[in-house]
């Protein structure tokens, strides 16, 4: 349980405890600096606790935001402040620079965080004292402070400027700012308009009820997974029920974050569940898609691959662009001009959001598609959308990263680097090239693309077997360790992971689809789905602040350019039933390991309790 110590004399008819209380927290009463400072080393070293001056006036929805949100180790409201156990070290610091002062100092509390807008206060308030100490830190952590927007929060300096706090907090709906706050301020079309105005109070409902973000993100899970199972029967009734599943699902996907934004319930598991199984559910019922057709007799499974393999490669894109940039200087382009030009005129946002087909279009387009036509009809229609709106985006970003004038940093040159997902084979190359090699703004991403040309065109133009393909994988592998040889922060340079990612998905589909036999394609579907689970997991743990997968597990599942050599091999000396046991092995195996790491990773308490706010198309 959290502790709370209440500063300075209780206020008659004040519901700051009952406020406190129902937030979890212990409340312990301190008349002055002195026993606040006791208490405050009383409270177990382990508990969350705050300082809260007990003339405090506000939303209880403003203390919730300043005292209780998991991602921040130190949090702070006007005439409140919290410090979870990692940051206890400095809040008993700065707690006893305040104590030991010769008198205190009144503090500007900068306004009323009301609709009136009322005076700046001057009181003596030892918690806003406090988070002035924690801010003049040079050690310690920075003091996080939520927006409030409409929340009330100040402390009053007299009964009247009281009075006047008290009314601007009555004339602000409390509960309908946190219904608001629960749902993502940029979202997609569908979204917006059509499930967040009931979600919302369906993720309230939920919170009222004591369920988690985790368990309503497992019931969208397991919904979409009945979903893909209802489609795998291949009949017109299994559709039409898949279609209505799926929409379920995504309503109850869009339900775990509003739950964790309007309770405040974020964690390291969520953060590892939300992220990955987005990217399950769609992929399965890709495969329950498939399977349906192969009932009916219609062999889709390369379809469904390639609207695998594309869809993952989009997000590779949005990933890279966004890392690569993540903290660039001088940051300035013509094209990011005109588009935040075009975002201000309103239908225009909302036009450039449907045409990149984000989540919540592109499941509504999935399941009517598959109520009312066939999986050869929904995949066609989903290749199609997918390709024109990977070409929009990726096109739009090449044109900012060319009339941009931006400094990459290390950090992000080492976030592309781990997302490459470079093994040995080309990590040795790299290592021999990288003293003598020539910089050049675009050589990586050339050389990536010269490899992965080559190969493509190699697998593509001979027959299954052909031991000369092996010469392509090689030529892969050699142009791999060339583009990584220098630091990644040319212009275009966030264009190498997709590349590698197009190169090493689309060679494993097009072996499959030349051995001709059955079971090829769904082993396929499997290896690029277990891959894939290990690049999306690179991704959240680089986005996590938490860093790449350890070098060990790159090594082990051989690389992006190792598993494409060894694919490329097995299709040469193994027949092609035989490829297609081996393909499901080393599926297993890469799944087996990849997950088992990341498992231990996401539970374990050093990860990033973190909340996916940015989810890509």
């Known amino acids: ?28 009463v301190a008349a002055d600096a002195a026993e606040a400072e006791s208490l405050l080393a009383a409270v177990p070293a382990d508990r969350r606790v705050a300082l809260v001056d007990a003339r405090f006036v506000g939303h209880p929805h403003a203390l919730r935001l300043g005292l209780t949100d998991p991602r921040f180790p130190l949090a702070a409201v006007p005439g409140a402040v919290t410090a979870q156990p990692a940051a206890r070290q400095q809040l008993t610091r700065a707690m006893a620079r305040e104590t030991s002062a010769d008198g205190a100092t009144p503090v500007e509390d900068p306004a009323l965080l009301g609709p009136g807008g009322a005076p700046a206060l001057a009181v003596d308030s030892l918690p806003d004292r406090v988070v002035a100490a924690l801010d003049a830190d040079a050690d310690g952590g920075a003091v996080h402070r939520p927006e409030l927007g409409s929340l009330v929060a100040a402390v009053p300096a007299d009964p009247q400027a009281r009075n006047e706090v008290r009314q601007a907090v009555a004339a602000v709906d409390d509960e309908a700012v946190r219904l608001k706050s629960a749902v993502k301020s940029r979202d997609g079309f569908f979204t917006t308009f059509f499930i967040s105005p009931y979600s919302r109070y369906i993720a309230r409902w939920c919170a009222r009820r004591g369920l988690t973000p985790n368990q309503v993100t497992t019931a969208s899970l397991l919904t979409a997974l009945i979903a893909a199972g209802c489609a795998a029967t291949g009949t017109r009734g299994g559709f039409v029920a898949a279609g209505v599943l799926l929409i379920a699902s995504f309503v109850l996907d869009c339900t775990d974050g509003q739950l964790a ?30 399977l349906g057709a192969a009932r009916g007799g219609d062999d889709v499974w390369a379809l469904a691959l390639g609207a695998m393999i594309l869809q993952t490669c989009r997000h590779v894109v949005d990933f890279s662009f966004n890392e690569a940039n993540h903290d660039a200087t001088a940051n300035t382009s013509p094209t990011a001009a005109l588009s935040d030009k075009l975002d201000s005129v309103g239908w225009t946002v909302w036009v450039r959001r449907m045409i990149v087909l984000p989540i919540g279009e592109r499941w509504a387009m999935i399941a009517v598609l598959t109520a009312v036509t066939t999986p050869r009809i929904t995949f066609y229609v989903l290749l199609a959308g997918c390709a024109f709106a990977a070409t929009y985006t990726t096109a739009g970003r090449v044109l900012r990263s060319l009339t941009r004038k931006a400094e990459r940093t290390d950090r992000a040159a080492r976030a592309l680097a781990d997302l490459t997902d470079t093994g040995p084979l080309a990590a040795t190359g790299a290592e021999r090239l990288g003293r003598r090699s020539a910089r050049h703004a675009f050589a990586a991403p050339l050389w990536a693309a010269v490899g992965a040309v080559v190969l493509l065109i190699d697998v593509s133009l001979r027959s299954f077997g052909n031991w000369q393909t092996v010469v392509g994988a090689l030529v892969y592998v050699a142009t791999s360790g060339r583009a990584v040889a220098r630091s990644l922060k040319g212009p275009l340079d966030w264009l190498v992971p997709p590349v590698f ?12 689809a030349r051995a001709e036999v059955n079971g090829a394609l769904p082993a396929a579907f499997g290896l690029v789905a277990a891959v894939a689970y290990h690049h999306y997991d690179t991704v959240y743990r680089i986005r996590g602040d938490a860093g790449a997968p350890p070098a060990w597990l790159v090594r082990a599942i051989g ?6 050599l060894l694919v490329t091999v097995l299709a040469v000396v193994l027949t092609a039933a035989q490829f297609t046991v081996a393909l499901t092995v080393l599926a297993v195996a890469v799944a087996l390991v990849v997950l088992v790491e990341s498992i231990r990773f996401w539970v374990s308490a050093g990860a990033p309790a973190v909340h996916d706010e940015g989810e890509p198309a």
């Not at 690389?559 to 494409?564: K, N, Q, S, V």
């Open 501 to 512: 990612r197009a190169a090493e998905y689309c060679t494993v589909l097009i072996l499959a």
């Open 559 to 564: 690389g992006h350019e190792g598993r494409t």
């Open 1 to 28: 349980m959290s502790t709370a110590i209440v500063t300075g004399q209780p206020v008659p008819g004040s519901t700051l405890e009952n406020d406190l209380g129902s937030l979890g927290f212990d409340v312990r």
């Open 261 to 290: 934004r309007y309770a405040l319930k974020y964690s390291t598991l969520g953060a590892w569940l939300d992220a990955t199984f987005d990217r399950a559910k769609e992929y399965a019922y890709y495969a329950g898609l498939a």
